[in-house]
């Protein structure tokens, strides 16, 4: 394990034995300036839909994705009420780092919150965020596949709670498959595991796109069906105890149109790459919302003993 060094909070590298053809395609999908995604996003840089549902005022983006992460959380029984002792935490596939940081303001006696990524762009910006609030002690950020989480420090001190959102919907099936299993291997019984992801209803053989084209947009293209996906979870030890599409289908294109708005509103009119990719993402995935072909779905397991 090397250490990155820089002028700001670090970040420590683990790489794992098995190359990833894919991780070159995500990597570059979060290159861009956090300053070009927070125009899009908003400040919290959220990038995993919104929950609007009983809302009774208009929400940004970000208070809408805060709103469906601590749905999750009250649905996996950790958001109110008596819970279990959270010790320890992974992060997997951390983004720019605001479910990082939430994860330390709703879990207190928590010191031990490990956040993974691939994408050295988001984590140097993780590693300034995460320092201006004074978590950089608590939260200790790593350049780690999320099929090499075997390879964390301490494995001696199992995850009582790991979070999944919005990343494997990146995977290759192998790299999936193998990252549930590291995941079991590292979880203590009953921990939990939060995962949010895309689940296309058709299987991915039969799922046809309203663009007709073969561009895989945002590293999107690694296609699961609800089916497929809960296997995996269930044939290495993990009891789905809520498995439900949360947001709504209308709350996943409410929040594509309000990207694809501030996209159209604070971006330039050339705009290409990851960020034009998204704004035509906007109208593709609401198409197939709207026709009920692909839904968000929320995922709470426990780890069996």
């Known amino acids: 394990m090397t250490q990155r060094t820089s002028l700001v909070p670090t970040f420590s590298v683990i790489d794992g034995p098995v190359p990833d053809p894919y991780r070159d395609k995500v990597v570059y999908t979060y290159d861009d300036s956090p300053d070009l995604w927070r125009r899009a996003l908003g400040d919290t840089l959220l990038f995993e839909w919104g929950d609007y549902e009983d809302t009774t005022r208009l929400l940004s983006p970000g208070e809408a994705g805060v709103r469906f992460f ?26 720019w780092g605001f479910i990082s940081y939430l994860l ?21 910006y993780c590693a ?125 294109i409410h929040w594509f149109r309000d990207v694809k708005s501030n996209i159209e509103t604070h971006l330039p009119n050339d705009l290409n790459g990851p960020l034009e990719e998204l704004r035509v993402m906007a109208d593709n995935m609401s198409d197939a919302l709207a026709r009920d072909k692909v839904s968000a779905y929320s995922i709470i397991a426990r780890r069996t003993a």
């Open 104 to 124: 330390a303001r709703r879990f207190h006696e928590c010191d031990r919150i490990d956040a993974i990524n691939i994408s050295p762009t988001q984590l140097d």
């Open 128 to 252: 300034r965020f995460l320092a201006d609030h004074r978590l950089a002690e608590r939260v200790r950020l790593f350049l780690c596949n999320g099929r090499d989480v075997d390879l964390l420090p301490d494995p001696h001190l199992p995850y009582d709670l790991v979070v999944v959102r919005g990343v494997y919907t990146h995977f290759l099936d192998d790299a999936y498959e193998a990252s549930v299993a590291a995941l079991s291997r590292r979880m203590r019984p009953g921990g939990i595991l939060v995962i949010s992801d895309t689940l296309f209803k058709q299987g991915p053989g039969t799922y046809t796109s309203a663009i007709p084209d073969m561009v895989d947009r945002l590293a999107c293209g690694n296609r699961k069906s609800p089916e497929y996906f809960a296997s995996v979870l269930e044939h290495h030890g993990f009891d789905i105890a809520d498995m439900r599409v949360l947001p709504r289908n209308e709350d996943v």
């Open 70 to 95: 601590d749905r999750q959380l009250d649905l996996a029984g950790l958001l109110t009420g008596p819970r279990p002792r959270i010790r320890r935490i992974l992060d997997l596939g951390c983004g």
